[in-house]
């Protein structure tokens, strides 16, 4: 019974691909979601690694900084993942949900500052 249970848990384990060009608010983010039982594949600092990434390990859930680094904006990036397959999306932003609302995507957004009871309100 032990086992069916470990492994039944293992099974519904979300994925989640965390973007983000700040390296200390990454690992924060990633100690976050590790303590509540997501398995993070991976951090990407620019939109270019995260397709790259979102398209090779398909993560159930990418948490999207809008503003990186770059030329290509979270939002673009998250279109272009969301072209191939349909993750849950879930934007950082500073800004108010206005901003988003042409994206053409379907997605959830979490205000700045991020704390670790409304990050996994939002993911659940």
């Avoid at 859930?61 to 969301?82: F, P, Q, R, T, W």
Wanted: charged share 25%.
């Amino acid at each position: 019974m032990i086992i069916y249970t470990k492994l039944n848990r293992d099974f519904m384990t979300k994925t989640v691909l965390i973007v983000e060009d700040e390296a200390i608010v990454a690992q924060d983010y990633r100690s976050m979601l590790i303590h509540t039982g997501f398995k993070v594949i991976g951090i990407a600092d620019n939109s270019t690694k995260a397709i790259e990434i979102a398209i090779q390990e398909r993560p159930d859930i990418i948490l999207m900084d809008i503003n990186l680094k770059g030329e290509v904006s979270g939002i673009e990036a998250a279109k272009s993942i969301y072209d191939i397959y349909s993750p849950q999306i879930v934007f950082i932003t500073g800004f108010d949900e206005e901003v988003l609302v042409f994206t053409g995507i379907r997605y959830q957004y979490i205000r700045k500052p991020i704390y670790e009871w409304n990050l996994i309100k939002v993911l659940n």
